[in-house]
């Protein structure tokens, strides 16, 4: 098990990192601006659950396996341009009007939770991210790496939660009265499918 010191600074670290703008951070913020924040609060539980897939795949060796095949990067990236597409697409299509009706029309929040399960699993980057951080931070000393390579993937989630969270609660606060307006709906969409395809465009020209 890592030490006690050893968790708080990583802790420490991954909070700072969870408030950095990145991908991640940016699409809870857009989801959470344009959908609300139950929703943004279910997209951060599935990134969170992606992060649990990235976790064991470092722990178990999966993850350098990968890292080593150019056509898996490859196929990984553009699946998840792709996805970031078909969300610009939606974006820019959403309805606008009252808040009611357009609850009718909303994803539903399995939907939401696989939105952000799929970005974070489609992001090649994340694998990479994390076998340059996690290892920094295990001491054979200390036990079975692949131990420690989990609780610190655990603490990683579990800071990523507070950081989304309050980005989650913050944006969608700001946004709770620009949505009550029907050209203020329009706006954030338009701002949020524009947001989409530049992370599609960045994600696809992605090198390793």
């Known amino acids: 098990m890592p030490s006690l010191d050893t968790c708080i600074a990583f802790f420490g670290l991954s909070l700072v990192l969870g408030f950095t703008p990145g991908p991640d951070n940016i ?53 998840g341009a792709t996805y970031l597409a078909y969300l610009a697409w939606q974006a820019f299509r959403a309805p606008v009007g009252p808040l009611a009706l357009q609850a009718e029309q909303q994803p539903s929040m399995l939907r939401m939770f696989l939105r952000g399960w799929v970005m974070n699993l489609t992001n090649p980057k994340v694998v990479f991210f994390f076998l340059a951080l996690l290892p920094q931070f295990v001491h054979a000393e200390r036990g079975a790496i692949a131990l420690q390579l989990c609780v610190l993937g655990g603490i990683f989630i579990v800071a990523t939660l507070v950081a989304f969270g309050t980005i989650t609660y913050f944006a969608a606060a700001v946004s709770s009265g620009l949505r009550s307006s029907a050209s203020a709906q329009r706006w954030l969409n338009r701002m949020a499918g524009t947001v989409f395809l530049g992370m599609a465009a960045r994600l696809a020209l992605a090198e390793r």
Do not use: D, E, I, P
């Open 27 to 79: 699409f809870v913020l857009m989801q959470s601006a344009t959908q609300g924040r139950k929703a943004g609060f279910v997209v951060t539980l599935g990134l969170c659950a992606g992060l649990v897939v990235h976790t064991l795949a470092v722990a178990l060796g999966l993850a350098a396996v990968f890292a080593a095949s150019t056509t898996a990067f490859t196929v990984l990236k553009v699946l």
